[in-house]
């Protein structure tokens, strides 16, 4: 069950995708070079591998457990806890003003996901913490980031998102929690949230619950929604812990997977209501969460490359060990491991192409974030942002549909012994299942390519990055060598589809919205694809130059021979995507519904 983080890999992303010594370049930034992601990702290492993979396993089979409104965290959790906020790991890229590094998101990325591979029932707290800080520092007042965000950088305390309800679903315009002001400027919130993630523990002292709730007499719909602060313990003028809120846990789920994680049924105001703090402006709260969203929502994203990445490290250790049958090739005149059998090569390199594409893109998106966010050049900071936000469903949605086929690869290089729950195999494609539908799925991604990304500005953004991906195709045709030649050919394939692809959903959006919606999914499968393979398309590049100059001869034919077989094996599926998107949208809505 051990794990090793893959540093080598993401410092290369870093290095030369993300490029983290222009970061360094950055107001506020400048101590956050090559030099120093190196020394933290290097100690991130450490504590991951040591302290978090160990628990893994065990979490799985002694999940979080709830009696009495109490819920208690695997064993060993509490403690790897304490070590997680004596580390500072929580606060590696918050403000200094309130306690955090300020490192780079580029570096925190990186982090997160050793958090997720190491143990991703436990990096779930952290995550939601995140999110729940990035909506304070945006949208919440002075006096609010003074009592909750400093104990919230540190780890002291934990966050949560309360968004959905038992009727609501990912429909957030049916939400019914209701927040009635009182005089003193609080208000007192009723209702029941459901789906939520680490929404009662012991591993922290207090928990600050973000909850949505209608003001009465608010708009009905999405527009009459505000955002408030209800934390589990009231918290007094000096900061210290006062009188337990109106807000308990009535029960957690039994799922599937990310079992040691516990997600809670919370019930406010059975007591005569919670106390809750507005944070901004009333019926602004969706404009809030979506903060938090976008920031789980990336995290999220990068679940599925860690959960891969787990999963392909544990298949590639069985697939060296197990001994079965003779290479078909007669290269070895006995049983052998299996490693030497074509269709397992096959499947560890899918495995292999799939996790390091898809955490190249995650690094990219990072690096963008960045810029847009403390760049000092006003168009530089717009452009990024641009970049960032279209990438962020395809991190989401691209990633985590990637993760259920490497974790079931997985399992099918273990064969039989990969169905049995000991081998540990079946843990990461049961863990998996849960990223493609938490933070809006698969399909509310995709939604948010078509919508917002792409339809919105006539396809702008989404023609831009083509524009950058067909230079990548010219240096690679320039590089000559065979395996960039590969590159280049598929890359312009995928990305012609991908043009034609956007063409009919600028096109057909509003004339034609189910034709376009039908194929919105594939169409975020493409981009996806498109994006993964322009970043391995570059990482090729890169990796050919430093091999010319005698550079880690082991690393850098890998990183050249998974780039190739992402371009023959990955990139090939984008014209046929193209081809059900564009001319198969009829079928999917031709039959009856009551032939269903």
Known sequence: MSYTAPVKDMLFNMQHLAHIEQIAQIPGFEDAGFDTAQAVLEECAKFTEG???????????????????????????????????????????????????????????????????????????????????????????????????????????????????????????????KADPQPDGTYKIFGTKIFITWGEHDMAENIVHLVLARVAGAPEGVKGISLFVVPKFLVNKDGSLGARNDAHCVSIEHKLGIKASPTAVLQFGDHGGAVG????????????????MNAARYGVGLQGVAIAERAYQKAVQYAKDRVQ????????????????????????????????????????????????????????????????????????????????????????????????????AAQYYRDAKILTIYEGTTAIQ????????????????????????????????????????????????????????????????????????????????????????????????????????GQDEAFMPAKIATAQFYAEHILVKAPGLRDSIVEGAESVTALALDSF
């Open 325 to 424: 049958s003779r290479p078909v090739d007669g290269s070895i005149n006995a049983s052998a491991a299996i490693i030497h059998h074509p269709d397992v090569k096959r499947m560890l390199m899918t495995m292999r192409a799939y996790t390091e594409g898809c955490r190249a893109m995650a690094s990219t998106a990072a690096a963008a974030y960045d810029a847009a966010h403390h760049h000092p050049d006003a168009q530089v900071r717009k452009d990024n942002a641009t970049f960032y936000e279209f990438m962020v469903p395809l991190v989401k949605g691209y990633s985590t549909e990637m993760s259920l086929e490497v974790t079931s690869l997985g399992v099918q290089v273990h064969g039989g012994m990969g169905f049995i729950e000991e081998t540990g």
């Open 51 to 177: 302290v978090l993979a160990p628990l893994n396993f065990e979490g799985d089979k002694n999940p979080s457990s709830w009696k009495d409104g109490v819920v208690t965290a695997t064993p060993g959790f509490k403690e790897a806890f304490r070590q997680l906020t004596e580390g500072g790991w929580q606060g590696l890229q918050h403000p200094q003003d309130f306690g955090g590094q300020g490192l780079p998101k580029t570096i925190g990325a990186a982090c997160m996901e050793m958090l997720n591979s190491s143990n991703m029932s436990f990096a779930l707290c952290p995550l939601l913490t995140d999110g729940a800080i990035e909506a304070l520092l945006t949208a919440g007042s002075d006096e609010l980031k003074a009592i909750y965000l400093e104990k919230l950088i540190s780890g002291q305390w934990t966050g949560t998102m309360n968004l959905t309800e038992p009727q609501a679903g990912s429909d957030l315009a049916l939400v019914r929690t």
């Open 446 to 549: 995709a939604n948010d390519l078509v919508g917002r990304k792409t339809a919105r500005d006539g396809g702008q953004s989404a023609r831009a990055i083509a524009a950058q991906i067909e230079k990548t195709e010219a240096e690679l045709q320039a590089s000559g060598t065979p395996a960039a030649l590969a590159m280049a050919r598929r890359l312009a394939a995928a990305r012609q589809a991908y043009l034609d692809v956007v063409d009919f959903v600028c096109g057909g959006a509003k004339a034609s919205p189910n034709a376009v919606f039908a194929g919105s999914v594939p169409y975020l499968m493409l981009a996806g694809n498109l994006v993964a393979g322009w970043q391995l398309g570059r990482s090729l590049l890169v990796a050919q130059d430093l091999l010319q100059k």
């Open 277 to 292: 703090y507005l944070v901004g402006q009333e019926n602004r709260g969706l404009e809030y969460m979506f903060i938090m």
